[in-house]
């Protein structure tokens, strides 16, 4: 470790500390390389694999047990905050579903996901975030989240409005179809890749459960519906198109 990275630790929580201890000096510098490329991201990679960061981070996770909730959100805002590798925001996002997280997937962690939304501003971070803790609090309070998620399709930030149409992604039977109405429709209209890709991607994991369905809300919506959208729908039921 650089006496820069001894220094950073000096003022952290103790699994903040530890996992920058610990990813320093792993990594492969040609393969960072080529990762930031394509990401288009400004903070560099280490250069792991996505397997060799879980297999890095397993025994650090299996060890930690946050005492507060204050405590468990403190370390996910240093390592996503202090950021100086795009490793630590995975990392971040890896004590966010720790399963001492779990009973904190509730209405009051939405300040917290709304700010690693909005901060970490690409597909690689928002998709995990919207798809499982963002998914899991939702579906524990329904009556709570569901008027954000109907804000934050109407938000000015791009990436809460994919957020709030990507929100349900594997709730198969449990989904809220009326909010995911609404979250599209909020949206239909953006030319934005992000969203057109967003909204085809949330149609086609329901088509899985109901492609009937789907189809008629593709129907419904005719040419206010992206081609991108559609194609994306109906990917796996060509013979409804």
């Given at each position: 470790m650089?006496?820069n990275?001894?220094?950073?630790t000096?003022?952290?929580?103790?699994?903040?500390?530890?996992?920058?201890h610990?990813?320093?000096?792993?990594?492969?510098p040609?393969r960072?390389?080529?990762?930031?490329?394509?990401?288009?991201s400004?903070?560099?990679?280490?250069?792991?694999?996505s397997?060799?960061?879980?297999?890095?981070?397993?025994p650090?996770?299996?060890?930690?047990?946050?005492?507060?909730?204050?405590?468990?959100?403190?370390?996910?805002?240093?390592?996503?905050?202090?950021?100086?590798?795009?490793?630590?925001?995975?990392?971040?996002?890896?004590?966010?579903?720790?399963?001492?997280?779990r009973?904190?997937?509730?209405?009051?962690l939405?300040g917290?996901?709304?700010?690693?939304i909005?901060?970490?501003?690409?597909?690689?971070?928002?998709?995990?975030?919207?798809?499982?803790?963002?998914r899991?609090?939702?579906?524990?309070?329904?009556?709570?989240?569901?008027?954000?998620?109907?804000?934050?399709?109407r938000?000015?930030?791009?990436w809460?409005?994919?957020?709030a149409?990507?929100?349900?992604?594997?709730r198969?039977?449990?989904t809220d179809?009326?909010l995911?109405?609404?979250?599209?429709?909020?949206?239909?209209?953006?030319?934005?890749?992000?969203?057109?890709?967003?909204?085809?991607?949330?149609?086609?994991?329901?088509?899985?459960?109901?492609p009937?369905?789907?189809?008629?809300?593709?129907?419904?919506?005719?040419?206010?519906?992206?081609?991108?959208?559609?194609?994306?729908?109906?990917?796996?039921?060509?013979?409804?198109?």
């Amino acid at each position: 470790m650089s006496s820069n990275e001894t220094a950073r630790t000096a003022d952290v929580t103790p699994v903040v500390a530890r996992i920058w201890h610990t990813l320093a000096g792993l990594g492969d510098p040609e393969r960072a390389v080529a990762q930031q490329a394509y990401m288009k991201s400004e903070t560099p990679f280490r250069g792991l694999t996505s397997p060799e960061l879980a297999a890095t981070l397993k025994p650090i996770l299996a060890d930690w047990e946050p005492p507060t909730r204050a405590g468990w959100e403190q370390a996910i805002r240093e390592l996503w905050d202090d950021v100086a590798y795009r490793e630590e925001w995975y990392a971040a996002l890896a004590l966010l579903r720790h399963r001492h997280g779990r009973g904190w997937l509730d209405p009051e962690l939405l300040g917290l996901l709304r700010h690693l939304i909005t901060t970490g501003a690409w597909w690689d971070v928002v998709d995990v975030i919207a798809t499982h803790p963002l998914r899991d609090a939702l579906a524990a309070y329904p009556d709570e989240i569901g008027p954000v998620m109907r804000a934050w399709a109407r938000d000015d930030d791009l990436w809460l409005r994919r957020s709030a149409v990507l929100c349900q992604v594997g709730r198969k039977a449990q989904t809220d179809r009326a909010l995911l109405l609404d979250a599209i429709e909020a949206n239909l209209a953006d030319r934005s890749f992000w969203l057109r890709k967003a909204i085809g991607w949330a149609l086609r994991d329901q088509a899985r459960h109901d492609p009937a369905w789907v189809l008629a809300q593709v129907e419904r919506w005719g040419t206010d519906l992206s081609g991108l959208s559609r194609r994306e729908a109906l990917k796996h039921h060509q013979h409804l198109a």
